[in-house]
């Protein structure tokens, strides 16, 4: 059974930094796209970012751009976002997915999803 496991939230101030990391168990982590998405009370889940299997390639939602960088470390099966002045609307539970075919879109549906971890930003 797959796992991917997130850590690295918490509470943070506007304008300070938290790194959320995800832990992959049980797939061949380097053949699998991952994305980070979010979801806030009474929201949608939404895109965050997502990077392709080497890492040569990201992308992310206009609304973390310049802020926000996702990574990857594939000798270690964990991906990582680090998040640079942090605003109240970010507060969300952040999501690792992973997907073998999926790098662009919305990622609405991947193969595995993990359990979050909470971000709440304070004003």
């Known amino acids: 059974q797959v796992h991917l496991v997130e850590s690295g939230g918490g509470l943070v101030q506007a304008g300070g930094s938290l790194r959320l990391s995800c832990a992959a168990s049980?797939?061949?982590?380097?053949?699998?796209?991952m994305a980070w998405l979010r979801q806030a009370p009474g929201k949608e889940r939404e895109f965050v970012a997502a990077?392709?299997?080497?890492?040569?390639?990201?992308r992310y939602a206009d609304s973390v751009k310049g802020r926000f960088t996702i990574s990857r470390d594939n000798a270690k099966n964990t991906v990582y976002l680090q998040m640079n002045s942090l605003k109240p609307e970010d507060t969300a539970v952040y999501y690792c997915?992973?997907?073998?075919?999926?790098?662009?879109?919305?990622?609405?549906?991947?193969?595995?999803w993990g359990q979050g971890t909470q971000v709440t930003v304070s004003s």
């Open positions: 049980r797939l061949t982590f380097s053949t699998y796209f």
């Open positions: 997915a992973a997907d073998r075919s999926r790098y662009v879109g919305t990622w609405s549906s991947p193969d595995y």
């Open positions: 990077i392709s299997w080497s890492g040569s390639s990201t």
